[in-house]
């Protein structure tokens, strides 16, 4: 046993959990959050594993049903979750350690859309009409991720050269120029 553990009682209201309360990732990216079991000295962790991890923790999320699946850290008493959202939202994390909720959680997942995956016309702009050169027109276009997260378009939004649904043509080509 290493001198930050003791085999003192677990207390799930001292369980630590990281890196940090507040975690970022992209919608499709895996995440791992730590928990660490916390003695009823808070300032030791339990040197102790559950036997069938499945059983004994439980996280639920407010903005997405996510599949959380645990497993043993790196010594006795840690514990990693990892999950993979897709939807573009900030989540609280409520996490049950044996059944008892852990009011010292306090952790937010949040989620940013993940890459541009689709432009689509925006209801606003129909389609694009048939215009000459010398005509200049105005349409709105949406962008989604992969998981139809909606992504905010800005001069500084990376495009390059995606492809665009229109009624007009299958696909036009589409290099981005933006003007705020």
Known sequence: MDAEASNLPYDPQNTKFGPSNVITTSAGKSVTIDIELRTTNKNLRANMWFSDIAKKFKATFSGEQLTANFAKGSLPGRYQMTVTPKLANVNV??????????????????????????IKLSSNSQSIPDHSVDQEFIVSFIAYDQFENVIKLDSNTPINSLFISSSNSSHIPHTKEFTT
């Open 93 to 118: 994390v409520e996490f049950t350690i044996e059944g008892i909720l852990v009011f010292s959680s306090n952790v937010q997942l949040v989620v940013q859309p993940a890459d541009i995956n689709l």
